[in-house]
């Protein structure tokens, strides 16, 4: 998940509103032609990020120029933002192109408007509709672009809550339920009918046949090997945090340019340097890593090997209790008490792994993270000791039944972590 901030006000209303007119496109920015790249923000907003999720997009569109246009880069937005704290609204999603055109004019040009599901007094979604955090949805937006901005390029970032790898339903409490997105519904409840899951998400950009060269994820605890092992074959480059993203997220005033930067690397890196000069100048606990996933091949051939040999040493407590974690644990709300995700190189390192199996984890580790970068404290105030980049899942740190759904992940098909 987003941690939400107090500071920022609820302009969802009068934002939502002006980003539903709609407008033809320009012959310079129009569908017809063969686009040089094309970047997609897939932002799930009908939850109390709602505000801050429309800032962003708000940002984005200040710092479009014309230039962009002219050098055939376009952006297309797709936004599902509730009505302030009232859930049980129905908003319809809306999918847009937003460039200027010659004069100068911020252009937002409504390319598509989906249906909302309806919800009832339970919060039990209708069969029929939309909603950002329903993979359907996800796999008709993709479709549409495809279609409609044929591309040499696309990138994609995916803003809203997020839970990491986790399952769905897996909390019982009913605040987040699994892993991207979170679609509340009531009016000022917190209950959340839809989330993606990781496996569905690999699955809808599968199905829609879209591959990226990079995937930003804006969302708390995306930035596990899990996630982006599962994202492998979809995307070249993977952006994402292993801790909590405070609200105001990645830093929106300047993340055009570097989307669209000739070198890949260069600019996403750029984000990543923003994004943790942003928050240490305002004092708050960030994380955040790049990594290539084209290159993780090697890092599960170290880890399967690693697995096996120190099976019994991961799965005693004395790891539990030494790895680094990255997750609070001084809370005692019973949904949030939890430890998922733990520091993948640390784990190891805990578990006695000699040198030279530390030099070959270094090795594999710097292959595929190409930048890392934390705070030296976590959100609950306790010290980062250990950051590799990626986090994983320690089995002796969860419920049993965790494992069972764990096994169906790629990685641990090549790892073999839990057998």
């Not at 029929?128 to 040499?152: A, H, I, M, R």
Request: aromatic share 12%.
């Amino acid at each position: 998940m987003k941690t939400e901030k107090l500071t920022r006000a609820l302009y969802a209303v009068l934002i939502l509103l002006s980003f539903c007119s709609c407008r033809k496109a320009s012959d310079d920015c129009g569908k017809d032609k063969i686009s040089n790249r094309v970047f997609i923000i897939y932002s799930c907003g009908h939850n109390n990020l709602s505000s801050m999720l429309l800032d962003d997009i708000r940002e984005v569109g200040e710092n479009i120029t014309h230039e962009m246009c002219r050098e055939s880069d376009r952006i297309i937005v797709f936004n599902h933002a509730s009505v302030g704290r009232n859930y049980s609204a129905p908003v319809n999603p809306v999918l847009m192109q937003m460039y200027r055109n010659k004069k100068g004019v911020l252009v937002k040009d409504t390319l598509k408007v989906f249906q909302s599901k309806t919800y009832a007094s339970d919060g039990t979604p209708s069969e029929e509709g939309y909603t950002g955090s329903d993979p359907k949805t996800l796999v008709e937006v993709l479709q549409y672009v495809k279609k409609n901005f044929p591309s040499k390029q696309y990138s994609l970032l995916m803003s809203s809550h997020g839970t990491g790898w986790l399952p769905y339903n897996y909390y019982s409490t009913g605040v987040i339920t699994k892993t991207f997105g979170a679609d509340y519904s009531g009016s000022g409840s917190m209950g959340v009918p839809y989330e993606i899951d990781v496996k569905d998400l690999a699955q809808a950009f599968r199905t829609a046949d879209m591959k990226f060269e990079y995937i930003l994820m804006d969302a708390c605890f995306m930035g596990g090997v899990e996630t982006a092992y599962e994202l492998g074959d979809v995307c070249r480059y993977f952006l994402a945090s292993q801790t909590e993203i405070w609200g105001d997220g990645l830093v929106y005033t300047s993340i055009l340019n570097n989307i669209f930067a000739r070198d890949p690397e260069k600019g996403l890196t750029a984000i990543c340097g923003e994004y943790m000069e942003y928050y240490r100048k305002m004092g708050s606990p960030a994380t955040i890593s790049l990594v290539d996933c084209s290159a993780m091949d090697l890092l599960a051939r170290v880890c399967r090997e690693l697995f096996e040999k120190y099976r019994s040493e991961m799965n005693s407590t004395y790891v539990k209790e030494t790895a680094q974690v990255f997750r609070p644990t001084t809370t005692t709300s019973g949904w949030y008490n939890k430890t998922f995700f733990y520091d993948l190189e640390d784990v190891l390192l805990a578990s006695g792994i000699d040198g030279d199996e530390q030099a070959a984890l270094s090795s594999a580790l710097g292959a595929c993270v190409l930048f890392k970068d934390a705070t030296d404290k976590l959100f609950d105030g306790s010290a980062l000791k250990h950051h590799c980049g990626l986090t994983m899942f320690l089995p002796v740190a969860a419920k049993a039944e965790l494992s069972g759904y764990y096994r169906g992940f790629m990685w641990n098909k090549d790892t073999a972590l839990v057998k």
